[in-house]
Nanobody, 118 residues
Framework: QVQLVESGGGLVQAGGSLRLSCAVSGFTFSIYAMNWYRQAPGKERELVAGITSDGGAKYADSVKGRFTISRDNAKNTVYLQMNSVKPEDTAVYYC????????????WGQGTQVTVSS
């Protein structure tokens, strides 16, 4: 049974920090690229950060220099360290597993709410 369980969301003041975690099970984590998406009310879901199976990272321009994505293949977990958060970072954050081959499924977590107060 595939599971992606996000944690670490909550309420934080602008300028503060949060670390999101996504623990996965039920598939071979190490071969998947992993992504963090977010969706704010009334907006489309957007890619925040991604990390390849071998650790290469990419970021949306809006979070570059503030957020850091990392993964621990021994723990089947991907992280998103969020520093210097802004009110516009308020959203539901989703973990996504991006398969290495087209015929394989991708997977999503249930989301975790991040609210940044000004």
């Amino acid at each position: 049974q595939v599971q992606l369980v996000e944690s670490g969301g909550g309420l934080v003041q602008a300028g503060g920090s949060l670390r999101l975690s996504c623990a996965v099970s039920g598939f071979t984590f190490s071969i998947y690229a992993m992504n963090w998406y977010r969706q704010a009310p009334g907006k489309e879901r957007e890619l925040v950060a991604g990390i390849t199976s071998d650790g290469g990272a990419k970021y949306a321009d809006s979070v570059k220099g503030r957020f850091t994505i990392s993964r621990d293949n021994a723990k089947n977990t991907v992280y998103l360290q969020m520093n210097s958060v802004k009110p516009e970072d308020t959203a539901v954050y989703y973990c996504n597993a991006d398969p290495p081959l087209r015929f394989m499924r991708d997977y999503w977590g249930q989301g975790t709410q991040v609210t940044v107060s000004s």
